[in-house]
């Protein structure tokens, strides 16, 4: 049973435009939520972590996070081609047996084209 | 500075061969942690370490041996791997082990021949 879930891609859109990615989780004890982004045969960076209810935003990433819905997700604006790569949605629990675990969505893969 | 190092960042093994991959990281965390990646898949955890002791292990085969030296250093020993071990294996560290963010060091490209 997959725990954190996120919008099946791959997701295009052209230079300039607005990104959203989207994710949601299941386990209501989830408390910290963060985006990576990776590209291709590099390590994850993360972009952005939240944890509490609303909107964060740095430069052209907004993260908002609906607990009450389970959902987080992440705003690219302006995109470059140099956004392209795979979004990491994940989520930490902190407490039961998935304390100290970072549940890792499957992905979506952003391609932002000229 | 949120640097987290890797070595080697490629290393291909035969299936009798004993290597070791190592991760240091400086900037006083007392959680690290070894994933393990395969193509197209989210990096799954293998081993959690806090406060140098063992916290977690994801049920990972004996072949792996994870081991933490001291703050800053992990190594992650391996021994008989199998060809499907092949993968990236990434280290990260953080604060605390619970709900604080986690920096990924650039990994280890894993081949088992």
């Known amino acids: 049973q997959k725990e954190v879930e996120q919008n099946s891609g791959p997701l295009s859109v052209p230079e300039g435009a607005i990104a959203s990615l989207n994710c949601t989780y299941s386990?209501?004890?989830?408390?910290?939520f963060f985006w990576y982004r990776q590209y291709s045969g590099k390590s994850p960076e993360l972009i952005m972590s939240?944890?509490?209810?609303g909107d964060k935003e740095d430069g052209r990433f907004t993260a908002q996070l609906n607990k009450a819905s389970q959902y987080v997700s992440l705003l690219i604006r302006d995109s470059q081609p140099s956004d392209s790569a795979t979004y990491l949605c994940?989520?930490?629990?902190?407490?039961?047996?998935?304390?100290?675990?970072?549940?890792f969505g499957q992905g979506t893969i952003l391609t932002v084209h000229p | 500075d949120t640097e987290v190092t890797q070595t080697p960042k490629h290393l291909v093994m035969g299936m009798t061969n004993k290597k070791s991959l190592k991760c240091e990281q400086h900037m006083g965390h007392r959680a690290m942690y070894w994933y393990k990646q395969k193509a197209k898949k989210p990096p799954e955890l293998m081993f959690v370490?806090?406060?140098?002791?063992?916290?977690i292990n994801e049920s990972v085969p004996s072949r792996f041996s994870p081991e933490c030296p001291n703050s800053s250093l992990l190594n992650l020993h391996l021994h008989a791997l199998q060809p499907e071990d092949s993968a990236l294996y990434l280290c990260?560290?953080?604060?605390?082990?619970?709900?604080?963010?986690?920096?990924f060091g650039p990994g280890t490209r894993l081949t088992v021949l």
């Open positions: 990260a560290s953080s604060q605390e082990e619970g709900t604080d963010t986690q920096y």
């Open positions: 370490y806090s406060y140098e002791k063992l916290s």
């Open positions: 994940a989520a930490t629990n902190a407490g039961g047996t998935s304390y100290g675990k970072l549940t």
């Open positions: 939240i944890y509490s209810n």
């Open positions: 386990d209501r004890g989830s408390q910290s």
